[in-house]
């Protein structure tokens, strides 16, 4: 039997940085646990276009639509700024969910326990946080035609479309609702029926899907501007929440910050079952190429473990693995190490990103 294939598109920024310490994690399995992975390289983003005058090679998108799983660390940064909108850094990773049909983003905000203090928000309000925002994808605003800038009489106009099909609310609503079932048994769907016709489809599909298939499962319906409000003002009230392409970009950040910081936060985009029954899959950090630290030593390699070790358990089936990597995590942040983005309590210890990995190795040791 061949080894579970994964990907590693490091790209721009601190993703060269943070991915290093993954391949320590990755490396780790195959030497303690005799799990071992076929593991290749290439470029994405700013990275990509540098060598290829392209944000993704069409041959690096043959190969991520071959491998069991891809696992990606950041795109962008200021040099690119000025560059075409078609060859921008972010165009690659949109064409990666766009041709893989991830059309379901999973990013889950959990408050680790030594890392209460660092929210924003009291800590009696974050503290045992475990929300999971289910975003769909490939679809929505983002995507939607007609789109661009077009010139109407004197002046010009910026167009965007929101369109949504019966289908894709379908599968993200299952997508929800299979997950709750995991969970706590509850989703909330989030729109803006109020004033968008594709907010009503919206609310039409979720609660049609919910009725005839998952009546089992806690359903409620929610304003995104109200869900906004409610992630700040009692975000435990939620389990999994179920929205579209653009909320579920806006409130997924929200509910990153409520953790403390988006260094912490991985991400899974899913898509239809593969030959092996598993999904395709897109492995990635909530945050971004931080160029301020790149290369500094200061770049916080936490998030990106933990979308490997999400890997772990919606590619690769090693549930009791992934929660290995976790408690991992969970310990050294527990003794009080800290890379530069989290320091700000007494008695933490300031390390650098490879210290950070280096000291999750350890405790994937002192697991056995």
Avoid at 148 to 156: L, Q, V, W
Wanted: charged share 25%.
């Amino acid at each position: 039997m061949s080894n579970p294939s994964l990907l590693i598109l490091p790209g721009d920024g601190i993703g060269p940085e943070v991915m290093t310490e993954v391949v320590k994690i990755i490396d780790w399995f195959g030497a303690k646990r005799g799990i071992a992975f076929d593991v290749s390289t290439d470029l994405v983003g700013g990275a990509a276009y540098d060598k290829h005058g392209t944000p993704l090679h069409d041959d690096t998108m043959a190969r991520a639509q071959e491998v069991d799983a891809v696992l990606l660390g950041a795109v962008g940064g200021p040099r690119y700024d000025d560059l075409d909108f078609s060859v921008k850094p972010e165009r690659g990773l949109l064409r990666l969910r766009k041709e893989m049909d991830l059309f379901a983003n999973l990013r889950p905000a959990q408050c680790f326990d030594a890392l209460a203090d660092f929210s924003s928000l009291k800590k009696d309000i974050v503290a045992g946080l475990d929300i999971m925002i289910v975003r769909e994808l490939t679809s929505g605003v983002y995507f939607g035609e007609p789109r661009g800038i077009f010139k109407e009489g004197n002046e010009r106009v910026g167009i965007n479309t929101q369109r949504y099909t019966e289908s894709e609310i379908d599968r993200i609503a299952r997508a929800a609702f299979e997950l709750a079932r995991k969970r706590g048994n509850k989703v909330c769907s989030m729109e803006k029926a109020n004033v968008m016709e594709s907010g009503i489809l919206w609310r039409e599909v979720v609660q049609k899907v919910h009725d005839e298939d998952y009546a089992d499962v806690e359903l409620s319906h929610m304003y995104a501007d109200n869900g906004a409000m409610q992630l700040v003002r009692a975000p435990k009230q939620f389990d999994v929440i179920v929205t579209d392409n653009l909320f579920g970009d806006v409130l997924s950040d929200c509910a990153a910050m409520l953790t403390g910081s988006l260094g912490m936060l991985p991400s899974a985009s899913l898509g239809a079952p593969m030959a092996n029954g598993r999904p395709k899959a897109m492995y990635e950090p909530v945050h971004g190429s931080a160029p301020d630290i790149t290369g500094q030593g200061k770049a916080n390699p936490i998030a990106c473990i933990l979308s490997f070790a999400m890997a772990l358990r919606y590619s690769f089936d090693l549930g009791d693995e992934a929660t290995r990597v976790e408690k991992a995590v969970e310990k050294v942040l527990a003794d009080g190490l800290r890379t530069a983005d989290l320091l700000g309590h007494e008695g933490e210890t300031p390390i650098s990103t490879t210290e950070m990995g280096d000291a999750i190795v350890a405790a994937l040791d002192a697991s056995l």
